[in-house]
C-alpha cells in the first residue's frame, strides 16, 4: 500500500517566513515518506526565488506555481500534483515541530488526525496555545454542519478517500476552513486527537488577511460575517446537501448569528428567542467589545483543553 504523505502548501508574499517552514519538515523527512508540495500565489515578494533555492536543497520539495489566483486555487492544485495516500496542509508561515510522533498515527486506524498548536508572533513568541474545539469532536454531524463549526485546515491530516471528496474545493467557498471541517465531519470514520501544543507554531503576523486568530478588528467581524452568508447559500443548495451528506442541516441560526454580525441590533437580538445565551453573548463582544475577544478566546481555549482531556480519559 502506497503510505506516502503530502502536504500541500499555498504560498504568496512569504518570503520571510517560507525557509522556516520548509526547514522545519527535514527532520520529519528521514522517517516518513512525504513530498511537499508548494504551489506559489504570484507573490509580490520574493518567495518564488526562495523556494527555487530550497529546491535543490530537498527532495521531498516539489514547486509548483497557481496557474489561477489564490488559495483556494492553490489549494486545488497542489491536490492534483500530489500522490500520497495521506494528505495534511500546513501554511507558508506556520513552523512544523520537530519531535513529535503524530505522523505516526496515519499507519493506525485513523482515518482522520487534528492536533491543536502553539500560537506565536511573527518572531515565534509564544502568544497561546490553540486548542481543537470539543465540538466539533463530541457533536453529531448534523449539528456540527448546522452550526459551522470548523477548525483551521492546518490542524487536519486525512486520508485520500477523504481528500477526494474535499478537493476541489469550490470557489464559493471563500473560507476552505469551513468546507474542509464540514467534508471532513460528514466523511471521516474515525478522528484521532492529538491535544498537544508541541505538534505546530501557529504563526501570527499583521499582513495576514484577517490579522490572525487573535485580532479584534469590528470591520473584519462584519466582512467575514458578509462572505460567510455567501457560503451559507452556497451549501444550502439542495444538490450540494444531496452530494455531500448534510441533507438534514438546518442553517437558520447560523444565518441569523452572521446576519445580527453583519448588522447589529442590540435590542432585537435581546429578545430573539431563537439564538441561545452563548450566541448572544458572542454577538455582543464582537459588534460591541472586540478588545475582549482574544480574552474570551483564551477562555474558551482552557475549557476545550479540559473537555478534550475528560473524553481522552472516558476512552
Not at 530537498?58 to 497542489?78: C, E, M, Q, S, T
Not at 482522520?112 to 500560537?119: E, K, L, Y
Not at 428567542?273 to 474570551?296: G, M, Q
Request: glycine residues 4%.
Amino acid at each position: 500500500m502506497n503510505s506516502m504523505i503530502s502536504i500541500l502548501m499555498p504560498a504568496k508574499n512569504v518570503a520571510h517566513f517560507i525557509r522556516d517552514a520548509i526547514q522545519s519538515l527535514e527532520e520529519p523527512s528521514k522517517k516518513f515518506d512525504f513530498e511537499l508540495i508548494v504551489v506559489e500565489d504570484h507573490s509580490e515578494d520574493n518567495t518564488l526565488d526562495v523556494l527555487h533555492e530550497l529546491a535543490g536543497n530537498y527532495n521531498f520539495l516539489k514547486v509548483f506555481v497557481n496557474p489561477g489566483r489564490g488559495k483556494i486555487d492553490a489549494l486545488n492544485h497542489a491536490y492534483a500534483c500530489c500522490n500520497g495516500h495521506y494528505v495534511k496542509t500546513i501554511d507558508a508561515d506556520d513552523v512544523f515541530l520537530p519531535g513529535n510522533d503524530f505522523l505516526d498515527f496515519f499507519d493506525s486506524k485513523f482515518d482522520t488526525i487534528v492536533h491543536s498548536a502553539t500560537i506565536v508572533n511573527e518572531n515565534k513568541s509564544r502568544l497561546g496555545n490553540y486548542i481543537v474545539n470539543n465540538r466539533f469532536l463530541k457533536d453529531n454531524k448534523t449539528l456540527v454542519i448546522s452550526s459551522l463549526v470548523s477548525l483551521p485546515r492546518w490542524s487536519f491530516s486525512f486520508s485520500r478517500a477523504i481528500a477526494d471528496h474535499i478537493f476541489p474545493i469550490p470557489s464559493e467557498m471563500a473560507y476552505e476552513d469551513v468546507w474542509m471541517s464540514a467534508v471532513i465531519k460528514i466523511r471521516a470514520l474515525s478522528i484521532k486527537l492529538i491535544d498537544q501544543t508541541e505538534v505546530y507554531l501557529y504563526r501570527q503576523h499583521n499582513t495576514q488577511a484577517f490579522g490572525g486568530i487573535l485580532s479584534a478588528n469590528r470591520n473584519i467581524f462584519k466582512q467575514r460575517a458578509g462572505t460567510l452568508l455567501t457560503m451559507i447559500d452556497y451549501m444550502s443548495q439542495p444538490d450540494i446537501r444531496k452530494t455531500q451528506g448534510w441533507e438534514n442541516a438546518d442553517f437558520s441560526k447560523v444565518r441569523k448569528y452572521y446576519g445580527y454580525l453583519l448588522a447589529p441590533n442590540f435590542w432585537v437580538l435581546l429578545i430573539d428567542h431563537e439564538l441561545n445565551i452563548t450566541s448572544k453573548i458572542k454577538l455582543i463582544l464582537h459588534s460591541y467589545i472586540p478588545l475582549l475577544i482574544p480574552v474570551a478566546l483564551r477562555c474558551k481555549w482552557t475549557i476545550d483543553r479540559f473537555n478534550n482531556a475528560k473524553k481522552s480519559q472516558a476512552r
